[in-house]
């Protein structure tokens, strides 16, 4: 089985354009998380779903970032204007349940110029 | 929120030595989990575990959950356990998955 898919695996853009990251959850999955990676503040979790509904965004920075999940298979996060800041790795993850045994993609490294 | 804490932040041994590895948490948790960041960035599981005492090979992992605290002990180390170990719990309230800041390891030849 394929794991956790993520795309695009490095995104360079210059500040203030938009960015989309991608994710598939492993199939049959049901939780999908979306963590984000810095030096500084290590690895934190922006938002999960559940069944394709948002359970918890609390950890979204600000109103230029955004989370859908349209379906089962598939989940963004987008980031509107981009900013230096933001220049992070951003990783997916998925559960068979909330609170089951997480797996990784392998991550988007954003560098924002 | 729930705080989990790791030590020691760093870890340098020579290769064939022993280890062990310490996460502490600060309220109860649903689950618990050993993750391996190797150095082209992958994080890979290690353990799942909420309780109890498992192994997989050279590595295996307790948690005392009464006590709040989780081991993760390396055995005969090689040079490929290099990378970050981080430690991540889920509080019993929202099924948050939360990552303390983890041990850097370097296994010297």
């Known amino acids: 089985d394929a794991g956790v898919i993520q795309s695009p695996r490095h995104e360079v853009t210059e500040m203030g354009q938009e960015v989309t990251l991608r994710c598939k959850p492993i199939s049959g999955h049901n939780s999908l998380f979306w963590y984000r990676q810095t030096m500084m503040r290590g690895l934190e979790l922006l938002i999960y779903?559940?069944?394709?509904?948002?359970?918890?965004d609390s950890g979204m920075p600000e109103d230029r970032f955004s989370a859908k999940m349209p379906n089962a298979s598939f989940s963004t996060l987008k980031i509107q204007p981009s900013e230096p800041r933001d220049s992070a790795v951003y990783f997916c993850?998925?559960?068979?349940?909330?609170?089951?045994?997480?797996?990784f993609g392998e991550g988007s490294r954003l560098t924002v110029l | 929120g729930i705080q989990v804490e790791q030590s020691p932040p760093d870890l340098i041994l020579q290769e064939g030595a022993n280890s062990t590895l310490r996460c502490n948490f600060s309220d109860s948790v649903n689950n618990l989990q050993w993750f391996h960041q190797n150095p082209w960035g992958q994080l890979i599981n290690l353990f799942y575990?909420?309780?109890g005492t498992k192994q997989n090979g050279r590595l295996s992992a307790t948690t005392v959950a009464t006590e709040r605290y989780s081991l993760l002990y390396i055995s005969s180390s090689q040079t490929t356990d290099s990378g970050v170990y981080f430690c991540?719990?889920?509080?019993?309230?929202?099924?948050?998955?939360?990552f303390g800041a983890g041990t850097r390891l370097f296994v010297k030849a």
């Open positions: 993850a998925s559960s068979w349940v909330v609170g089951g045994e997480l797996f």
């Open positions: 575990i909420p309780s």
């Open positions: 779903f559940n069944n394709n509904v948002p359970i918890d």
């Open positions: 991540a719990v889920d509080d019993t309230g929202g099924f948050k998955t939360i």
